[in-house]
């Protein structure tokens, strides 16, 4: 009787298919042209060497307007000069997880300021309202670390993570850091949209000031990331591609938002293969528009 059960729900329902967010019809972006393609690896079996470097990190502070911005400067032990990262974190804040995230960027060999845009206002963790002074100092982050001895070249890659993606773009578009400083802009499943604005405008359009993004851009999100973020995620790269820039999609299969700093206790293997590759292209594509 079982087993009729089961040949009748099989016949009425089908094969059980592989479940994918509303916006992917048949691939992922980066399978479509497959520019990860490398020869080398599938005809000769050789793998690229990451850089690994021993870290330092110290506490540090800049002024912006009345305030005094802390932040936390990562610098790789190894001597000599190095490429300059601004590192924005996200609605979390920074702490002993997201602190994780600008360490692994100075181990790939940079010299990264990760400020604390909350402290510096005494902003609660993870709030809900975004306070536009934290736009300013983010930009003012960049001078800072372009000031700072020890670095290779005159221009920085900004990296961000979740808000800190919409801390960013500001800092780049609305504060011109495009032409004073920044070469290039990486954002971990980036907020592109004003977190002050009515929730159709957050699931439905991304910031304007998107479209003014010139700088080569790269972003990484997973196949099951919140619609609400995915959406002008997808859309506002296509708009940047459509315009002539240089912006990639990365879509990670079968991993959510998250997938870079979920503690152990929850963390995946898909988690774990999405961060590592996240970590070794972040560095390639800094080291491409920086050198």
Known sequence: MNRLIAVLLLLFTGPVLAVHEPWVTETFPQDVDKWWWDDAWWQEGQLDRPENHPVTAEQISYPSGDVEVPAWLFRPTTPGDHLPVLFLHGRRGLDELTLLLPRRLAA??????????????????????????????????????????????????????????????????????????????????????????????????????????????????????????????????????????DARLIVYPGVGRGFDFRPPSVRTFADDLAAKDAARRTELFIRRHLE
């Open 108 to 245: 790939r060999g940079f010299v990264v300021l990760a400020p604390d845009l909350w402290s510096a206002r005494f902003v609660e963790k993870q709030p809900i309202e975004h306070d536009p002074a934290a736009e300013e100092d983010a930009a003012r982050g960049l001078d800072t670390l372009l000031a700072l001895p020890g670095l290779r070249g005159d221009r920085a890659c900004v990296v961000s993570h979740t808000r800190g993606g919409y801390q960013a773009l500001m800092a780049l578009v609305k504060h011109d850091r495009q032409a004073r400083g920044a070469a290039c802009y990486v954002g971990y499943y980036p907020h592109w949209q004003d977190p002050n604005a009515p929730e159709p405008m957050q699931v439905y359009r991304y910031a304007p000031e998107l479209e003014a993004l010139l700088v080569p851009t790269l972003v990484f999100i997973g196949e099951h990331e919140q619609y609400q973020r995915l959406r002008p995620i997808v859309e506002g790269t296509a708009v940047l591609r459509d315009k002539g820039r």
